[in-house]
């Protein structure tokens, strides 16, 4: 396991210090241009609350069931992720492995389309509803829906193959509507250059969250290696990769959109960003009151597991007020 997560961290270093190097020793800036401009303003439009995994929380996470089902809670946007199967095809699939959330295991990018076809997305789901089979989605059925329910789509892609690029261009010339409704982001860096690079009209992002080489998880917080040294040179160089992201990364890549897990955003990164054209959407918001917050106080989108705890937040406070004294006619009698 330790030599796998350190083969990811050297492939990630290769990949982040080939793209500053292009960009900074030959200037290749990626200039945004006035038709994407359009697109993006359509894109963000209306745009609040979004579908974290096709609402994770609320149903079978990347599936074809949780897309309707983000649709029938209103939801503006749903995020799926993909991955390659062994014939190359581009699927929903959030992890390395199918174990954890289908009733197989072994890794997705080894197993054949005929494989994946038989496997239950909804198998290992718990959370009181009932779902029957879900089978894994192609990545062009999911979009497909996206665009028949007419929604909008993120795109994260976790694993920068060339192949998978290829794909997701792929899928765009043969429906254009998703020029305006569908984004792709990825934590590596190489992603938004090798798309923008074979089609400039493409909406792209960044994902970034505090802790991404020195913790376990983005959403845990205990330390990714036990070695002191390594620890600390993964704090260090995370540190400066977030700066470089900000400063130099995002500006010459022409990525439009910053996804940041919710703990490191605040009004004035939010500011700060639109002040460099960027726009954030912050992951994951799943508390009532906080996407409140997003959306009163920060005016920033966000990504959310569960639209149901919303929608009743939303539905209490649509309902007339009770009819109670105030206290001086209280005190009154």
């Known amino acids: 396991m330790f030599a796998q997560r350190f083969c990811w961290f050297a492939i990630f270093m290769v990949q982040l210090s080939t793209t500053v190097i292009v960009m900074i020793v030959f200037g290749c800036k990626i200039d945004g241009n006035a038709e994407r401009s359009l697109e993006l303003s359509f894109f963000l439009k209306n745009l609040k609350a979004g579908a974290h995994r096709g609402l994770s929380l609320d149903a079978p996470e990347n599936t074809l069931a949780a897309i309707k089902f983000s649709k029938a809670l209103e939801a503006d946007l749903v995020e799926v992720d993909v991955s390659l199967t062994a014939d190359g095809t581009a699927v929903l699939m959030h992890d390395e492995t199918v174990d954890r959330t289908t009733n197989g295991s072994g890794r997705i990018a080894s197993m054949t389309d005929k494989e994946v076809a038989t496997l239950n997305a909804a198998a290992k789901f718990r959370n009181g509803t009932a779902f029957g089979f879900e089978k894994v989605p192609s990545l062009k059925e999911a979009a497909l829906l996206v665009v028949e329910l007419n929604m909008k789509m993120i795109i994260d892609v976790k694993w920068s193959d060339q192949r998978t690029i290829n794909a997701i261009v792929e899928l765009y010339n043969e429906n254009p509507s998703l020029y305006r409704t569908a984004a792709v982001s990825s934590f590596h860096p190489m992603v938004a250059v090798a798309i923008e690079r074979l089609d400039p009209m493409i909406i792209t992002g960044h994902t970034w969250c505090a802790g991404m080489f020195s ?119």
């Open 215 to 333: 913790q376990k998880s983005c959403n845990d917080r205990k330390r990714r290696y036990d070695n002191n040294m390594l620890h600390y040179v993964l704090v260090i160089f995370e540190r400066l990769y977030i700066r470089l992201l900000h400063d130099v990364v995002a500006r010459y890549t022409g990525a439009d959109l910053m996804l940041v897990e919710r703990q490191s955003i605040s009004k004035r990164y939010v500011d700060d960003m639109k002040h460099n054209s960027i726009n954030v959407i912050a992951w994951t918001v799943n508390d009532p009151l906080e996407k409140e917050y997003y959306s009163s106080v920060l005016v920033c989108p966000y990504l959310t597991d569960t639209m149901e705890n919303a929608k009743r937040r939303n539905e209490e406070l649509s309902q007339p007020a009770k009819d109670t004294c105030s206290v001086s006619s209280c005190e009154n009698g």
